[in-house]
T-cell receptor, first 112, second 114 residues
Framework: DAKTTQPNSMESNEEEPVHLPCNHS???????IHWYRQLPSQGPEYVIH???SNVNNRMASLAIAEDRKSSTLILHRATLRDAAVYYC?????????????FGTGTRLTVIP | NAGVTQTPKFRILKIGQSMTLQCTQD?????MYWYRQDPGMGLKLIYY???????DKGEVPNGYNVSRSTTEDFPLRLELAAPSQTSVYFC?????????????FGQGTRLTVV
């Protein structure tokens, strides 16, 4: 799987927007961009995914650069419950189902 | 809807003991996965299954075994526990291959081998 690069940690004030960046310069045309997050002492949970176009759901928005070499997960209003480790993951639609490669992610701290 | 359920939540094993970590899902998903997560690290795939009767190795399969006799259940077996297997174990499932659908994770089993 192609590699992603994320900052180790970020901070945000409560109720402010948060932009979590992810670089994936070796992304292929068939790679989907997935985001998961892991709250303390819990299993990862799905946040959002996309291929080329920006995506919105009830949890977040995903902005994908035109060249697809980077993407940004946007939390519109951070809450204390959003404090978690956020993982940006690429999945190749051509090579089957055997893995989500989790790096070390970005640890988001939300300041009250 | 329970989703993915793992038991037990916590366990302490002595070196050389064996145990089975249970995982069951009620979403009729074909794909199931076992991951381990060491402190401060991301998750690493141990084994996965694409359907009943079919299993395959992931990145770190040594010291573990799995079986998949039903769609719902995917137990992970540790035969001779070693301190290096101290970790948090997560089971996950998805309807189809990961690339275009979400995966659902259990709450984890925290295992300590002493």
């Amino acid at each position: 799987d192609a590699k992603t690069t994320q900052p180790n940690s970020m901070e945000s004030n409560e109720e402010e927007p948060v932009h979590l960046p992810c670089n994936h310069s070796t992304i292929s045309g068939t790679d989907y961009i997935h985001w998961y997050r892991q709250l303390p002492s819990q299993g990862p949970e799905y946040v959002i995914h996309g291929l080329t176009s920006n995506v919105n759901n009830r949890m977040a928005s995903l902005a994908i650069a035109e060249d697809r070499k980077s993407s940004t997960l946007i939390l519109h209003r951070a809450t204390l419950r959003d404090a978690a480790v956020y993982y940006c993951i690429l999945r190749d639609s051509q090579t089957g189902a055997n893995n989500l490669f989790f790096g070390t992610g970005t640890r988001l701290t939300v300041i009250p | 809807n329970a989703g993915v359920t793992q038991t037990p939540k916590f366990r302490i094993l002595k070196i050389g003991q064996s145990m089975t970590l249970q995982c069951t899902q009620d979403m009729n998903h074909n794909y199931m996965y076992w991951y381990r997560q060491d402190p401060g690290m991301g998750l690493k795939l141990i084994y996965y299954s694409v359907g009943a009767g079919i299993t395959d190795k992931g990145e770190v399969p040594n010291g573990y075994n799995v079986s998949r006799s039903t769609t719902e259940d995917f137990p992970l077996r540790l035969e001779l526990a070693a301190p290096s297997q101290t970790s948090v174990y997560f089971c996950a499932s998805s309807a189809v291959a990961y690339m275009n659908t979400e995966a659902f994770f259990g709450q984890g089993t925290r295992l300590t081998v002493v």
